[in-house]
């Protein structure tokens, strides 16, 4: 969630910046987040990571000298992690880039002029207009991203699927693939019945509870 987060700012920024061609660097970075999860786990774990030394990442690392690695078996280090992250940030940060690129858009020009009379600029013009002006925003992209690490499934599933032993056997689990073995695995329906009940719940209440606490959605007055 924070890399997620702090990548989809960034690029954001980056891009309301541009003048020329932000239309289509805004599509380009958006169309990954039309791609199946499936259909890019698959191709991170057959094309770019498959542990060849034929395979993209492996390539990439021989050419400042690294060996060939196992990235997904790799539990020490846990190079897994960079498989995972890396999927999940290029299916991702279009998405909330986006939102936040419409958030920025809605900030008055007026306030950044006014701060410049002042002498205001750079940094300090990011923290005292860009980020409170994009509060609710923020707000928005963090219940979303929340609500999207809790229902991740598709990736995991097929990062470490390893046939007829399912996922059982993943250096890290989330709570759906968890409760997809404990139900399609270990044949306990109730049990994963159960869990998806309580996860639900949890999602709900944590969300609730976020938004509370940050004011989302409260009339300013």
Request: charged share 10%; proline share 5%; hydrophobic share 55%.
């Amino acid at each position: 969630m924070p890399v997620t987060f702090a990548a989809s700012l960034g690029l954001a920024l980056l891009v309301h910046r541009i003048r020329r061609g932000r239309a289509v660097l805004r599509t380009a970075f958006l169309i990954p987040a039309a791609v199946s999860y499936v259909a890019a786990s698959l191709l991170w774990k057959m094309s770019l990571f498959n542990g060849l030394p034929t395979g993209i990442a492996n390539t990439v690392a021989g050419w400042f000298g690294m060996e060939a690695v196992p990235w997904l078996q790799t539990t020490s280090p846990p190079l897994y992690w960079v498989v995972l992250v890396t999927l999940r940030l290029w299916l991702q940060v279009g998405f909330y880039m986006v939102l936040f690129l419409a958030g920025l858009q809605g900030i008055p020009q007026d306030l950044y002029k006014a701060a410049a009379l002042d002498g205001a600029k750079g940094l300090r013009l990011l923290r005292s207009i860009t980020l409170p002006m994009l509060r609710n925003t923020s707000v928005a992209v963090l219940m979303l991203l929340f609500i999207a690490a809790f229902q991740a499934f598709d990736e995991f599933y097929n990062l470490f699927n390893s046939g007829l032993s399912g996922t059982g056997a993943a250096p890290v689990q989330t709570p759906l693939v968890h409760l997809y073995n404990t139900a399609m695995g270990s044949q306990d329906y109730g049990l994963g019945s159960a869990g998806a009940f309580v996860l639900t719940a949890l999602i709900v209440g944590v969300t609730l509870i976020q938004g509370r606490f940050t004011g989302f959605g409260r009339k300013e007055g």
